[in-house]
């Protein structure tokens, strides 16, 4: 097993120069700008992303340099302990006290943080130590009042937004492994989410021994709309592996949504809510949806797959819109990736609501 350096440990004056190889990088540098993006980027667990971190680091200056550059433009917080050197990281700095702005090698560090910071994910997993000697047992975590990394979405959140930190970001996603689906709301984790983000996105994902259990969890879901906060600069939402009442619910939170991104769902006919009249786009993702037999339809008995719209013609041309005139567009597409073929006249009864579907 590789030997994994905690990201916590890591700060300028944990990392004498010494130990940052000087010698010039054999590739051009828009290569290792490439790699270092590509690879950050990538899904990992949160030990892998830790030891990429440090790796990347002590390269050379060369690759230390991009990869902060890159690590601050999209921010991981991946543990409480990264969560406060990132904070301390965007804390502005005085010199007549003393105060150095030097971290990571970096001039004005303080400055820099802020302004490069456009898309900042929380890790929120119940096993944080998966594939490693450390882990503990699948288990889904129903709930926690005093989760230490649920307890940093809230307080990064508040401090961004109290202390007018990072003016430029644009996206908060909050990644969920082997959670049930009832954090955000039950801890009111989104209350200060900072006015200037725009795109939201909430994932769940859970290991393979829980995916049964996690496709009962999403069947008996049931949750009342009403929501004690509004987003109202939250232009796009992205949500994966939630039920459809959930997404609802977050729908209901942006009143001034744009586009709406939806995958995980193997029909849509529980999205019965109104959607906000300011919607333009849906990209719906469907799950299994070239499954031979049927289609589960979430919260109900099983549908034939002969259906055709999965739920579409019902709720989404009838119930979602009250204003048939605005021009929209759904994109229907599956996962894994097929064709998905929907009935010439099922389009044309669309296209007197104003709506275009696609279908992938």
């Not at 540098?29 to 030990?47: L, R, V």
């Not at 010199?95 to 820099?112: K, M, P, R």
């Not at 492994?177 to 954090?183: Q, S």
Request: one cysteine or more.
């Amino acid at each position: 097993m590789k030997k994994t350096v905690m990201l916590e440990t890591i700060h300028s004056e944990d990392v004498p120069q010494q130990y940052v190889a000087h010698r010039p990088s054999p590739l051009p540098i828009e290569i290792i700008e490439q790699i270092i993006q590509e690879a950050w980027s990538s899904g990992m667990t949160i030990p892998e992303r830790t030891f990429l971190f440090t790796s990347y680091c002590l390269v050379n200056h060369d690759w230390l340099s991009l990869f902060i550059r890159t690590a601050l433009i999209d921010v991981h917080i991946i543990s409480p302990a990264f969560a406060e050197k990132y904070l301390h990281l965007l804390h502005e700095r005085s010199a007549t006290i003393g105060e150095t702005d030097t971290d990571y090698f970096l001039h004005n560090a303080s400055y820099t943080a802020n302004r490069l910071c456009r898309y900042l994910t929380f890790h929120v997993d119940s096993n944080p130590n998966r594939h490693t000697a450390s882990a503990m047992e699948p288990a889904i975590r129903m709930y926690a009042e005093t989760s230490q990394m649920g307890d940093c979405v809230s307080n990064v959140l508040y401090m961004l937004d109290t202390l007018g930190y990072t003016p430029n970001l644009r996206r908060v996603t909050l990644d969920y492994a082997d959670w049930g689906f009832g954090d955000v709301f039950d801890q009111m984790r989104l209350v200060p989410l900072p006015p200037q983000v725009t795109h939201l996105e909430i994932k769940y994902s859970f290991s393979e021994k829980l995916k049964s259990t996690a496709g009962g969890l999403r069947r008996s879901y049931d949750r009342k709309s009403n929501t004690a906060w509004k987003t109202p600069n939250v232009r796009k939402l992205t949500v994966s592996g939630a039920p459809a009442l959930l997404v609802n619910a977050f729908v209901q939170t942006c009143p001034n949504l744009e586009v709406l991104e939806v995958s995980g769902l193997p029909y849509f006919g529980s999205l019965v809510q109104k959607m906000p009249e300011s919607l333009r786009a849906m990209v719906l993702q469907l799950a299994n949806a070239d499954s031979e037999d049927t289609v589960t339809m979430v919260g109900r008995e099983d549908v034939p797959k002969q259906e055709k719209d999965f739920g579409l013609e019902g709720y989404v041309i009838r119930r979602w819109f009250e204003d048939n005139k605005t021009p929209r567009r759904i994109t229907l597409c599956a996962e894994p990736p097929s064709h998905i073929r929907l009935a010439e006249s099922f389009r044309k009864r669309a296209r007197r609501y104003s709506l275009e579907v696609v279908s992938h």
